[in-house]
């Protein structure tokens, strides 16, 4: 089946440092991934749509200068914390879709647990 | 606009007893239905998804669930549950015709099992 890896699983940093998060389709060619955040004991909230070799659509409410995506191949996509502060904590889960798969289904990777001292 | 709506936050079962996780949507087109499982500090894994023909669908785990046009729900359902069963349950749906188009995900249901 379809695999979706994130790098790295946990990390923690010091408030206004920034982080960068990886997510990488293993064994399927993703044109769009997308990412999400899960605050502790709620729902996946779409941050945005990151489509390969383009700008990523970011959702209503997320500064797109502070969550950087980029989308440079078809099975790389970046998301970079930029000056993270405490309340960037948070879970933060990618997905993919796979270029083959004529549905909507999407391949989640084991998100990435961020704590921002 | 598409949502999902989970009627339960938390359900408390006993070990072998059956559980259905409540799940109904609002689209004004087809759509596509998904319940994911996550466990504790993990990714979301797909347990089944309704994408056309038959009304059930079975999933992995021994989790089924039945799609009803008219009630706009898709119920998750299993006839004997494992304490391994405790987790996060979501239920998402995203339209056919919007590629690309991310899942909307219901707000969950806590699935506690105790023996």
């Known amino acids: 089946g379809a695999v979706v890896s994130q790098h790295p699983s946990w990390v923690i940093c010091k408030s206004g440092t920034s982080v960068k998060i990886e997510c990488r389709s293993l064994d399927f060619q993703a044109t769009t991934m997308f990412w999400y955040r899960q605050f502790p004991k709620q729902s996946l909230m779409l941050m945005a749509t990151s489509n390969e070799g383009s700008k990523a659509t970011y959702e209503q409410g997320v500064e797109k200068d502070k969550f950087l995506i980029n989308h440079a191949s078809l099975t790389l996509s970046t998301l970079t914390v930029t000056s993270a502060h405490p309340e960037d904590s948070s879970f933060y889960i990618c997905?993919?879709?796979?270029?083959?798969?004529?549905?909507?289904?999407?391949?989640f990777g084991p998100g990435t647990r961020l704590t921002v001292l | 606009a598409q949502s999902v709506t989970q009627l339960d936050s938390q359900v408390p079962v006993f070990e072998e007893a059956p559980v259905e996780l409540r799940c109904n949507y609002s689209?004004?087109?087809?759509?596509?239905l998904f319940w994911y499982v996550q466990y504790p500090n993990q990714g979301l894994q797909l347990l089944l998804k309704?994408?056309?023909?038959?009304?059930l669908v079975k999933g992995i785990n021994g989790f089924e669930a039945e799609f009803n046009k008219s009630q706009t729900s898709f119920h998750l359902r299993k006839p004997s549950v494992h304490i391994s069963d405790t987790a996060e349950y979501f239920c998402?749906?995203?339209?056919?015709?919007?590629?690309?188009?991310?899942?909307?995900f219901g707000k969950g249901t806590t699935l506690s099992v105790s023996s």
């Open positions: 309704y994408l056309s023909g038959s009304t």
């Open positions: 998402a749906v995203s339209g056919p015709n919007q590629a690309g188009t991310a899942l909307i």
């Open positions: 997905s993919a879709r796979d270029l083959s798969v004529p549905y909507n289904e999407q391949f």
């Open positions: 689209s004004s087109v087809s759509v596509y």
